[in-house]
């Protein structure tokens, strides 16, 4: 019964107890400003690119209210002050005040020796003082958003916001993948944050699988996130003359690494016990072994 690559089912995870969604919200966030980023050894384009990767990662992670950038682009033009290459705390400080934020990010994106770098600070307006500071090297073109993503994830964390943080977006409600695994293929859906469930077919000569699976995420821990679920299935196989049709259940544990945000590769193993039936006479059988899956999923 053991076979890579075989196609991933129906699973519910009794691990966790989801809660209450907003019990962990505050009333009222906190105004954050992410300033362009100056530019050291690098175009200030990419530096700016940079900058509103952070932007967008602050704004995912749901902790703090952010300013937009249009309006803060429009406040500081009527202001005529010019933000770039402002890094300094009292530049911040100005800023902010300008901006009516309460915090406010300033960086820097360089390139030394062929290694990117993004550095950034945490400014408390009212105080002058840097309530944190995080770096981010050795990341490329395509993957700056994902580095994006960890320098923010450092930020809050280090302002011991940690307990505030939404769930990674890779593994949040609404999202979807396609899922390959030969010879089979699977749609994912997360239902909850860190619960999806993923409709799976497989087919091979004579075998035909069709089920779901329901897992619960625990993490992601960096590019990796562990994963628990329970699993059914209905099957069919037929051999010249030789039919069964049956159902099979099975309890499994992997892990899911993601090469780039939309992109990842995953393992799982776990026992499964299936019953199949012979067609003609009725005839059961049923057996209990251990199962590999390997696969891939793209979300878009």
């Known amino acids: 019964m053991k076979r890579l690559g075989r196609a991933v089912v129906f699973a519910v995870s009794f691990l966790h107890v989801v809660a209450p969604a907003g019990a962990a919200e505050?009333?009222?966030?906190?105004?954050?400003?992410?300033?362009?980023?100056?530019?050291?050894?690098?175009?200030?384009?990419?530096?700016?690119?940079?900058?509103?990767?952070?932007?967008?990662?602050?704004?995912?992670?749901?902790?703090?209210?952010?300013?937009?950038?249009?309006?803060?682009?429009?406040?500081?033009?009527?202001?005529?002050?010019?933000?770039?290459?402002?890094?300094?705390?009292?530049?911040?400080?100005?800023?902010?005040?300008?901006?009516?934020?309460?915090?406010?990010?300033?960086?820097?994106?360089?390139?030394?020796?062929?290694?990117?770098?993004?550095?950034?600070?945490?400014?408390?307006?009212?105080?002058?003082?840097?309530?944190?500071?995080?770096?981010?090297?050795?990341?490329?073109?395509?993957?700056?958003?994902?580095?994006?993503?960890?320098?923010?994830?450092?930020?809050?964390?280090?302002?011991?916001?940690?307990?505030?943080?939404?769930?990674?977006?890779?593994?949040?409600?609404?999202?979807?993948?396609?899922?390959v695994n030969f010879p089979g293929v699977g749609l994912r859906y997360f239902i909850f944050d860190r619960w999806s469930i993923e409709a799976v077919g497989q087919y091979e000569t004579g075998v035909v699988v069709a089920g779901c699976r329901f897992s619960r995420y625990i993490g992601p821990f960096g590019r990796i996130a562990p994963y628990a679920g329970i699993e059914a299935d209905f099957g069919t196989y037929k051999s010249g003359d030789i039919s069964s049709d049956g159902m099979a259940g099975m309890v499994v544990v992997g892990v899911e690494y993601f090469i780039w945000e939309k992109f990842s590769v995953q393992a799982d193993i776990g026992p499964a016990y299936a019953r199949m039936t012979h067609a003609p006479t009725e005839i059961s059988a049923s057996g209990i072994d251990f199962v590999v899956n390997l696969g891939l999923t793209y979300y878009p």
Do not use: H, W
Request: with cysteine.
């Open 26 to 179: 505050e009333a009222k966030r906190v105004t954050v400003a992410v300033m362009d980023f100056a530019a050291a050894n690098a175009s200030a384009q990419d530096a700016a690119i940079v900058s509103n990767f952070v932007r967008m990662a602050m704004v995912r992670l749901g902790v703090f209210a952010v300013v937009d950038k249009k309006n803060m682009d429009r406040v500081l033009q009527e202001q005529a002050f010019q933000q770039t290459g402002c890094t300094s705390q009292e530049c911040a400080v100005k800023l902010g005040k300008l901006l009516n934020s309460q915090k406010i990010v300033v960086g820097e994106y360089s390139v030394m020796f062929g290694v990117s770098y993004m550095t950034a600070q945490v400014v408390d307006v009212e105080t002058g003082k840097i309530d944190a500071v995080a770096k981010e090297k050795g990341f490329k073109g395509n993957t700056a958003d994902a580095a994006a993503d960890r320098l923010v994830r450092q930020l809050v964390e280090s302002m011991g916001q940690g307990g505030a943080l939404r769930t990674d977006p890779r593994v949040r409600a609404g999202r979807f993948g396609l899922g």
